[in-house]
């Protein structure tokens, strides 16, 4: 029988994992209004950045690994930008769906 032992390392990143994970789950049945979104996702972006720096070991590659992978991360920002303009300056729907209550023409901004 062979002895394992894991790094410190992977342990403690491994905990910290689970902690977020407790922490998201608890804090899904607390309302927290409008902010349940962004903790959620703080605590997502938490997570993995731990898993890319210590379970991927991007703090032992090369700099233009960590090049790539930021360049990525902004690629993303910004196309989740584009994302949040475009859903935020979108006209109403033209047309009322089925079994919903017409819209006051006269409570409608015009533009």
Do not use: N, Q
């Amino acid at each position: 029988m062979s002895s394992f032992a894991l790094p410190k390392t992977v342990v403690r990143t491994g905990l910290a994992l689970f902690e977020l994970w407790a922490a998201s789950f608890g804090l899904s049945y607390v309302h927290l209004g409008s902010a349940s979104l962004l903790v959620a996702l703080a605590i997502a972006a938490v997570k993995a950045a731990l898993v890319v720096m210590f379970f991927m070991e991007l703090l032992h590659e090369s700099l233009s690994m960590k090049l790539t992978l930021a360049a990525a991360g902004g690629l993303l920002a910004i196309l989740i930008g584009l994302m949040i303009a475009d859903a935020a300056t979108r006209e109403p729907p033209p047309l009322v769906p089925p079994g919903y209550p017409a819209p006051d023409v006269a409570k409608i901004p015009s533009r």
